[in-house]
């Protein structure tokens, strides 16, 4: 049994629109993972579906802008393991995020996160813009928009593919 699935089982009871919204807000997986599950597994209408991906993945943008720094600091100064680990996320955030954000700015964050790929998204995105000491508002909107394009490819991609699993296997007919 793989990983989705033993998550889907553990939620199982649980609102499919909530799920959703569960989903697209864990780091790696976010909307990339939460619109399949819900079109695919749910049957959910797949606009539903980018909405509540779209607001999931936004909730913990502001969590995170906030409060990664502070969380990462106490972390770091009470465990070898975690001091290792933030050291290595703001390093290659710093290091990939500056040639990228300090040049196109708004542009650059948005394009970062809108490619929906693991490491791409929303969670990356506010870690780069708090470390390159990026101002709030125009972080928040850049990483929206992103979040928006992906949603947008992602929901394209999982009803694209759905239509031609159907037509060639007949597996959601």
């Given amino acids: 049994m793989d990983f989705a699935a033993v998550f889907i089982d553990l939620l199982q009871g649980v609102p499919?629109?909530?799920?959703?919204?569960?989903?697209?807000?864990?780091?790696?997986?976010?909307?990339?993972?939460a619109i399949p599950v819900a079109i695919g597994v749910y049957g959910m209408d797949p606009i539903l579906a980018f909405v509540l991906a779209v607001i999931g993945?936004?909730?913990?943008?502001?969590?995170?802008?906030?409060?990664l720094e502070p969380v990462?600091?106490?972390?770091?100064?009470h465990s070898k393991l975690f001091a290792r680990f933030f050291d290595w996320l703001?390093?290659?955030?710093?290091?990939?995020?500056?040639?990228?954000v300090e040049k196109y700015k708004d542009l650059a964050l948005m394009t970062f996160v809108a490619i929906p790929l693991p490491l791409t998204g929303a969670w990356t995105g506010t870690a780069?813009?708090?470390?390159?000491?990026?101002?709030f508002k125009n972080a928040f909107l850049s990483i929206l928009a992103g979040v928006i394009i992906a949603g947008i490819i992602v929901t394209l991609l999982t009803?694209?593919?759905?239509?031609v699993l159907d037509l060639i296997f007949g597996w959601f007919s």
């Fill in 16 to 33: 499919s629109w909530l799920v959703t919204i569960i989903i697209s807000a864990i780091p790696v997986i976010e909307l990339r993972g």
């Fill in 57 to 67: 993945n936004m909730l913990p943008v502001t969590i995170i802008f906030y409060f």
């Fill in 72 to 77: 990462s600091k106490f972390l770091s100064a």
């Fill in 90 to 100: 703001f390093t290659r955030v710093e290091k990939k995020g500056n040639e990228r």
């Fill in 128 to 135: 780069a813009a708090l470390v390159l000491k990026y101002p």
């Fill in 159 to 163: 009803v694209s593919g759905i239509h």
